[in-house]
């Protein structure tokens, strides 16, 4: 009786597998619909998504620009990364920050700063820099150390990023570009 | 009959993989305002007996990205204050039980249209003589805009900056070579009484031959017994891990003698396939504070 309801629930899941892989374009091979057992194993995702770019706006020829994490700057804007794990799960967070941006030639650089409060955590699932609500509201950016340990009970979190860029009097005229690398892992697997 | 002609590491990669699939095809929708690359499952086991492996990789933004698959080393490791970090290292790497070396993954780059996924396979080719126990890598999985737009100067304002901003997932592998164990040794708890908090401090270290993978309650009761504070986490020792526990406590309300419970065990990980668990001991330990 129990063989014949796992095997009913399989053929359910193989069911409602089969249609949702027929109306989207995926690549799921006819080995990943064969008939078997299904796991109740609620499986976890770990994803990091970069919703804004960090934007400087207009920038001119020895005159800073900062870029305020709460976008309380006019004219530019915070760079914005969500988190989406398991709820409550511990995640481990770093970062890579450039110290220049470069043209896309090479021939010129331009510095970039980021200060020891320019990025915050923010644990309730809020994405929006301005509406900062719970979390680490000042993180080093270079050393996240302890700030980001939970990925929060609603198993998203965001990270507020601003910077200041500062381009010389002389500095060349073009467009300049960087990375910024965010790395997430959990630590309890 | 369709099920005799797949091998036995199919049959058994099978039920899991139906599942994260599922998974994966029906929380589409839930993450698309968080648009993304997703990774799953969030551990990759291998061993001796089924060398290879697989994650499934989805792509729930609006643009193509640009998928890359390497691999590093980085273990869970805490400070004095039992704050937990992951370091991740990927050259030089002189730990004897890293499989950075001998894993590989296929593909190692791809472009991921928006909503689709791909499968990324793992093959470990170990050396020869490899010693029994558990040996460990991280995959880290980066993804970026595919088509990252080129800044170009606006000749009014003369400079623009874009900066690029590149993903990385970084999950655990690991593959066993022959029979492996867990096993958790607390070794250390100290207690401290602050003007409004009791600190705990907690030192695991690993005992067997594998990573001991559980979970960890910590509760604080005060002499009446009433429980005045609780957490639990998800935990993972690969050596020597230090946890701390902070519970706020109210002046009045809070009567001493208290106690201390921790409470670790190996069960109970919902988010990690069964057959992918090396169940190891489990700890009860309380400890009175005057």
Redesign the interface.
Known sequence: MQRATRKGLSRLLVGLLAVAVLSIPTATNAQDVANGQASATVLAILAVAATTGLDFGNVYQGVPVTAAKDNSTTGTAAGVFTITGAASADIAVYMQMPEYLATTSGDDRMVISFNSTDAAFDTTGNVDPAAFATGVADVDPYNWGAAATNVGSTGTSAIFLGGAVLPSVNQTAGAYSGDIIVTVSYIGT | M??AH?SRS??RW???????????????PA?DA??????????VILSDKGRTGRITVQN??TTPREVTINFAF?L?ESDS?G??????QDSAITDPFSCVGWVKAFPRRLIL?P?????VRFVAKPPKDLANGEYWS?V?V?SKESEAA?????PE????????????????LKYRQGDVFARLELQDTQVEDHDSTVQVMLDLKSQGTASY?GVLHCRLRDANGKLVGSDN????VYRHLRRRFVFPVVGEDFVKPYQVEVEITSKGR?????RDMIYGNDIDYSMLVE
């Open positions: 369709r099920e797949l199919s049959v099978f039920p899991r993989w139906t599942t994260v699939a599922a998974v994966l095809l029906f929380l589409v993450f968080l648009a993304g690359v997703l990774v799953a499952p969030p551990v729930t933004a980085g869970p204050l704050n937990v970090s992951v370091l991740l249209q909503n689709s996924q791909q499968v991280r880290v980066q080129v800044p170009t100067s606006d304002q003369a400079i623009t900056a874009k900066i690029n901003m590149i993903m990385q997932t970084a999950i655990m993978i986490l998800q935990l993972a919902t988010d990690i396939d069964a």
